[in-house]
């Protein structure tokens, strides 16, 4: 008996002990394909794999099997229906019990707490595969299981795995193969993986655009400036600032600066107004601010040592002219909002006493191919540095480096010891992960690259521009205090989250939402608008469906069932319907009684929504947005008050609302 009470505490307090690791956010994946394994961590679970592609970027195409193992952290104890759509073989098991096989759902009693997950999906014989878990109780319809609600705890296996990635996205993005090339390694440009091979910034009208001062200190130490730059120290040993001049002489050689007119300093504070609402407080520190940043925002306060003001202007009116892989997204600024915030930019930066140092520019000519700069910037080949081969033969040497003896002359990318590692992980594999990618990698590192939740919140977790909004406040509360007119932009409206965005957006339109071709505004009530990044919007909106276990295009839908559309028109009316039509415009009809502005227009809710998306937001839009405007019409069994329609059934009668949506030109 003894016995038996010492191994159920010894259990226990194994058990506690596990409880009391670190739990992340997502689920651990495992990918097996032949006697190759591969890990990362997905938000949901959820997988979209087209025929003939590989799951994961370091594994080849062909047969392989996902295995998921996490926790499910229920809110509550109680009972929940799991279900999944898959095209292969899908298994779940939770707290150790098998609850699913196939499609077939099953009820399932969850802990309140962490409920121990693991699954488990075999490619389809044929066609793509996929699978997506959803889940329901007496409280909600049938959704996705939540992402805020899925955790893991990592291995050193999947650490490991997570660490080569970070080194392969490096590789990248540092284009180290400009440098150092091998034709048997690196794809040719344009293939593999998209952020392979970009170049850097066109070296072309500097001297029109930067000041020599600031450009010769930018050569010299990008990292002083500019922290996390991808621009690395190209220079070292004594004559490192006479080189930084030389070639920064060399750059802006007969090249004389627009003719500076003054900026109107009177517009600063409209700049700074649009530097809050546009949300650019969101990815920048102001100007003005000094120190480190809690939120690790980029610092602006050298723009006025940096920037001749005309072009500043041009820039923030097309971010992307020599630099079509920039992070910096395209507003479509009229010149006037381009002016009002350069000069808030301008006026609030300071001036560094910069040391003048002539430079020669013929010797920056020469310094221009020796240093490499081409191959970068221009995407020249390189002639002066070691191949890749030799250089993974170096070991801890040139780049690499941790030190000036290990690095001698090569470039100093500021490495810190992670990043340093993460490259070493990578390399040491046989980079075949370079020439091929999957959507949904590609997805959720460009969430990363370009801040998305800077403006947005994702998974839970707020945005950085809603944590800076006291800020945001001073810079709106400079301007004179105006009263709202309805139908105008409020600052306080949330922005869209982006927990559901490859579930929710047809891929079409949201691909050219995001590259800023759409020509209108659905939400006119932000006080912002979604900027443009028109280099990453394909991948981008490709691998957010991926990421939701969906394709790339639906199902094509019949023409809309006239019976429907009739009643789906009353539906949205105000006799015998759910009076839809006092807040949204239906086309070119205009809402009957807007408070404050209008919704979003219904037809371009068709435009813009999967059918699946629209269905589940319809009969539970707080679940999805709590801060939403939207209100609930069924009730938890799917039950509306309108018993007349469809016996009261709500998915009928809101697909009857769809087809008429459908059915206006």
């Known amino acids: ?202 070296l072309a009208e500097l001297g029109t655009k930067y000041k020599t001062a600031f450009l010769a200190d930018w050569i010299f130490d990008p990292h002083a400036i500019r922290p996390h730059t991808l621009m690395p120290k190209i220079f070292s040993g004594t004559d490192a600032n006479q080189k930084a001049a030389d070639l920064a002489a060399m750059l802006t050689q007969g090249a004389a600066p627009v003719a500076e007119k003054p900026l109107d300093l009177k517009l600063a504070p409209q ?81 560094t006493k910069r040391e003048a140092i002539a430079g020669d520019a013929a010797r920056g000519a020469a310094l221009l191919v020796s240093a490499g700069c081409l191959n970068c910037h221009a995407g020249m080949p390189a002639t002066t540095q070691p191949t890749l081969a030799t250089v993974l033969k170096a070991g801890d040497k040139g780049c690499l480096g941790s030190d000036i003896a290990s690095r001698a002359a090569a470039p100093d990318f500021a490495f810190s010891p992670g990043q340093r590692d993460a490259l070493k992980a990578f390399l040491a594999t046989d980079l ?67 927990t559901w965005l490859g579930e929710k957006l047809r891929n079409e339109w949201m691909s050219s939402f995001i590259a800023g071709k759409i020509d209108y505004k659905p939400r006119t009530w932000l006080i912002g608008r979604m900027p443009g990044f028109a280099h990453h919007a394909d991948g981008l909106a490709l691998g957010l469906n991926h990421q939701h276990g969906l394709p790339q295009k639906e199902a094509s839908e019949p023409e809309p069932n006239a019976e429907k559309v009739a009643i789906g028109e009353k539906l949205l009316g105000a006799d015998g319907g759910f009076n839809c039509i006092t807040c949204h415009a239906v086309g070119d009809t205009a809402a009957t009684a807007v408070f404050e502005a209008p919704a979003i227009n219904f037809v371009q809710s068709i435009e813009r929504l999967r059918k699946g998306y629209f269905q589940r937001w319809v009969m539970a839009p707080i679940r999805i947005e709590p801060e939403t405007k939207m209100p609930k019409y069924a009730d938890p069994e799917g039950m509306t008050q309108l018993t007349d329609t469809f016996d009261g059934k709500g998915a009928e009668q809101f697909d009857a609302i769809r087809e008429y949506l459908r059915s206006i030109k």
Not at 115 to 139: C, I, M, P, Q
Not at 330 to 336: A, G, K, M, P, S
């Open 1 to 202: 008996m003894l016995l038996r009470r010492f191994f159920f505490l010894f259990a226990l307090s194994v058990s506690l002990s596990l409880s009391a690791q670190t739990s992340t956010a997502g689920l651990a994946v495992t990918f097996v394909a032949g006697d190759q394994t591969d890990q990362r961590v997905d938000r949901l679970l959820s997988l979209y794999v087209p025929a003939g592609q590989s799951p994961t970027p370091f594994l080849q195409a062909g047969p392989f099997t996902a295995q998921w193992s996490g926790e499910i952290q229920s809110p509550i104890r109680g009972t929940f229906l799991l279900s999944a759509e898959t095209s292969g073989n899908f298994k779940l098991n939770i707290n150790g019990q098998p609850i699913l096989l196939g499609t077939a759902g099953k009820a399932v009693q969850l802990n309140k707490g962490a409920n121990v997950l693991t699954a488990e999906l075999t490619r389809a014989t044929s066609g793509d595969t996929f699978v997506r878990l959803h889940w329901s109780s007496k409280d909600f319809p049938k959704e996705p299981v939540p992402p805020t609600l899925l955790t893991h705890t990592s291995t050193p296996k999947l650490a490991n795995a997570l660490q080569r990635r970070e080194g392969r996205l490096l590789f990248a993005q540092l284009n180290c193969a400009a440098c150092h090339s091998d034709a048997s390694l690196i794809p040719i440009k344009g293939q593999g993986m998209p952020e392979l091979g970009q170049n850097a910034p066109l």
């Open 271 to 351: 700049g700074g107004a649009l530097f809050a609402n546009l949300g650019c407080i969101g990815c920048h520190q102001r100007p003005d601010a000094t120190g480190a940043d809690a939120h690790d925002r980029i610092p602006l306060g050298h723009l006025r040592d940096k920037w001749q003001p005309p072009a500043l202007i041009e820039f923030l009116k097309d971010p992307a002219k020599n630099y079509p892989a920039t992070r910096m997204p395209h507003f479509r600024l009229e010149n006037e909002e381009a002016t009002q915030l350069a000069s808030y930019l301008i006026a609030n930066s300071r001036v």
């Open 432 to 498: 075949s992960s370079l020439k091929q990618d999957t959507p949904a990698e590609f997805a959720e590192r460009q969430i990363k690259n370009l801040n998305c939740t800077a403006c947005h919140a994702r998974d839970g977790q707020g945005s950085t521009w809603s944590k800076v909004d006291s800020e945001a406040k001073k810079l709106r509360d400079v301007l004179p205090a105006k009263e709202h007119v309805e139908g105008e932009a409020v600052p306080d409206a949330p922005v869209p989250p982006l």
